[in-house]
């Protein structure tokens, strides 16, 4: 298996629910990402990491809680979230910095009833 | 304020007709310039990217990009479009250690 996996594709959870997304990559980059895609909105960067180390926190409400086990394992842990939140989640991956082109999952469509 | 702007939120293109879609950045030193493509259901794909040198850069599925310094732009262009093209398209720009994107450009494609 190659490039990067997210899972699960698709939730749907209410909002008092605890939920987990999970990204796997298996390119070796040391950096990893999670976005927020909403409709009519650009990609929002909410979190990255750096050799497991938090490097950048984009204002993201305290109910998103990342973990990052390694450099190849990245988790958004989910709780009390509201219908704003619903959106496409993407997580991504790169060798860092600037340069380095990042390479995207195919998302976790999350839905908060 | 720093910004990546993709002016056309849709184009239309007939299938076989060429494409051009614009992408402006405005930050004072150049820097590394990206296009995605993200289908529906799916994350971004890398189409190219540009570091320095030849102004003109090839990428995968017939794409290229135009890095203008004077115009602060990097254009993507497809000589002849194909149905597979409908999509939403992504300008980025690599600055500090992140990427900035653009709000996108989404593709329709006519028969």
């Not at chain 2, 590394?32 to 570091?51: H, T």
């Not at chain 2, 262009?77 to 500090?96: I, M, N, Q, T």
């Amino acid at each position: 298996e190659t490039g990067v996996t997210q899972t699960p594709r698709h939730l749907v959870m209410g909002m008092t629910n605890k939920k987990s997304l999970k990204c796997e990559q298996h390119l070796g980059h040391n950096a990893m990402y999670w976005y927020k895609q909403s409709a009519k909105k650009p990609l929002e960067l909410m979190f990255v990491y750096n050799f497991k180390e938090q490097t950048e926190n984009n204002s993201v409400p305290s109910r998103f809680s990342p973990e990052c086990p390694n450099s190849s394992h990245l988790f958004l842990h989910l709780h009390t979230l509201q219908p704003e939140d619903s959106a496409l989640y993407l997580c991504a991956s790169s060798q860092g910095g600037a340069s380095q082109p990042q390479h995207f999952g195919d998302g976790t469509r999350l839905s908060i009833l | 304020a720093q910004s990546v702007t993709q002016p056309d939120i849709h184009i239309t293109v007939s299938e076989g007709a060429s494409l051009e879609l614009r992408c402006n950045y405005s930050y004072g030193a150049t820097p590394y310039l990206f296009w995605y493509v993200q289908s529906p259901g799916q994350g971004l794909q890398l189409l190219l990217k540009y570091f320095s040198g030849d102004t003109l850069v090839q990428g995968i599925k017939g794409f290229e990009a135009e890095f203008k310094r004077s115009q602060s732009s990097f254009n993507l262009r497809k000589p002849s479009v194909h149905w597979s093209d409908a999509a939403e398209y992504f300008c980025a720009v690599g600055l500090d250690q992140n990427f900035v994107f653009g709000p996108g450009t989404r593709l329709s494609v006519l028969p």
